[in-house]
Structure formats: C-alpha cells, structure tokens
C-alpha cells in the first residue's frame, strides 16, 4: 500500500537529493581544481595519472583548451585584476562538476518525480535517463563548437571595424563561454521535459501538437533571453534547435501515448 507523503517529508526528500547532487558537483570540481593529469607511459600506451597541483591543475588544462579553441587569432586574452584567473578556474571547475555530475543529478531529479508516475509508467521513466545525459552533452558539444566559435568571430567584427584593441577580460570570456554551454546544455533536455510530464498524466499527450503556436513564441523569446550578446541574430541558433527537439519530444510523447492505447484494447 502506498501512502501519501507530508509536505515536510517531500521538502526533507527535495534536501536530501539536492545535498546529493551539490556533494557530487563540489567533489568534481575540488578535484579539477587541485589535481592535474600527469601522463605516464604504461606498456606502449600513454595513460594519464591524477598529480596534486593546485596551480596548474585540470581546470588551466580546460583554460587553455577553450582558449585555443575559442577565441579568435586576433583576441588576446587579459587579466586586470590579481583575482580573476582564480575565479575563472573556479567557474570553469564548476562547469566541469556539472557536466561530469550529469548522471547523478538526472537520477536523483528522476528519483524525485517518479512517486507521481503511476506504478504502471515508472518503467518508462528508467529509459530517459541516458537520453537526459546524452542530449545535455549534444547541447554542451554543439554549443562549444559551432555556436560560440560564430559569435565571437562575429562581434569582434564590430570592433575591428572601428579600429578597436581586440582585448577579453578572462572572467569575461569565462562567463560569456559558460553561459552560452550551460543554456544550451539545459534547453537541449526539452524533449526530457515534455516526455516526464506526460508520464504524470497532468497534459494530454497531444497537448503540445495543439500548442506548437505558443511554443515557438515561448521558444523565440526564451532564446532571446538566454543568449547574452542581445544582437539578435545569434539566439536563433538555440531557437531552430530547440523547435527541432519539441517537434522530437511531441512525436515521442505521442508514440507512447499511441503504444499505450493499443495495449489497452
């Protein structure tokens, strides 16, 4: 038999989850930030072994990375403050807690939601766990290379333009790549979203196919919002591909909801 929860025992399950998923997130990133990966030759093959150095550690490794890969040839990268090279290893520590987190935060929110699924539908939600990790990576990766590499080149345009030093601060830098992977990396996981609220049973599973009006007018403002260069152009890189993941959760939503009708006949 199934009783009901209290109101205090949900808030004391949403605390103990979110302490889970912080522990996880913090661990990853103390790590990434104390330790840096020194190779060591092992039988021919070139393996990689975790060193205490706090200097240069996993986060600088990332650092350099996204500088290489990211800024422009022309973009120097800049430090105008004694702080801000600590606090962009920090943000990109966190970043990196995050995404190596992923499986544990997707099962403690599945683990949070499942009580309000039927017994019945509680398998279901087993198989979008590694979806739920696959698409926020996709959004991360896709981010990464295609979209922020485009708006840099693009706006620093305008500054070569009118003769302008081509200089980023670092905790700018940090902050405008982080925004950019973290928006992406969360509206990827749409089709997620709309596939678990079907499973409560709180909206018809043909819901969405009668709200795809208001959807791409929710979708074009949220990619305004969340793209933080306000030039206009670049949100509708995070707009088409969140209409193409809505159309992907729409049509999954009702294939289950099809599935279903024919077994219950």
């Excluded at 393996?47 to 290489?68: E, G, K, T, V």
């Excluded at 539908?121 to 295609?146: C, H, Q, W």
């Amino acid at each position: 038999m199934v009783t009901e929860m209290t109101l205090r025992e949900h808030l004391n399950e949403v605390r103990v989850r979110v302490v889970r998923m912080a522990i996880t997130v913090i661990v990853i990133m103390v790590f990434c930030m104390s330790f840096d990966l020194r190779p060591i030759d092992y039988g021919g093959v070139t393996l990689a072994y975790p060193y205490p150095d706090p200097i240069h550690n996993i986060s600088a490794r990332i650092m350099f990375y996204m500088q290489d890969t990211l800024l422009p040839d022309n973009v120097t990268l800049v430090q105008t403050a004694p702080g801000q090279a600590f606090f962009a290893q920090v943000y990109v520590s966190i970043l990196a807690g995050i995404i190596g987190s992923m499986p544990v935060l997707v099962k403690e929110i599945a683990g949070f939601i499942s009580p309000a699924i039927s017994p019945s539908m509680r398998k279901s939600i087993s198989y979008i766990f590694a979806p739920a990790v696959v698409l926020f990576v996709v959004g991360v990766i896709f981010s990464y290379y295609i979209v922020v590499p485009f708006v840099l080149d693009f706006l620093y345009q305008y500054g070569e333009a009118l003769g302008a030093v081509p200089l980023f601060n670092i905790n700018d830098f940090v902050s405008f790549v982080l925004q950019f992977l973290l928006g992406f990396g969360i509206s990827f996981e749409l089709p997620i979203l709309m596939y678990g609220i079907s499973l409560t049973g709180a909206m018809s599973p043909y819901f969405w196919r009668n709200n795809i009006r208001y959807a791409i007018i929710i979708l074009v403002v949220f990619g305004a919002i969340i793209t933080p260069d306000g030039s206009g152009i670049t949100m509708w890189f995070i707009t088409l591909p969140m209409f193409a993941l809505y159309v992907m959760g729409m049509v999954a939503v009702e294939s289950r909801a099809r599935k279903k009708a024919k077994t219950d006949t």
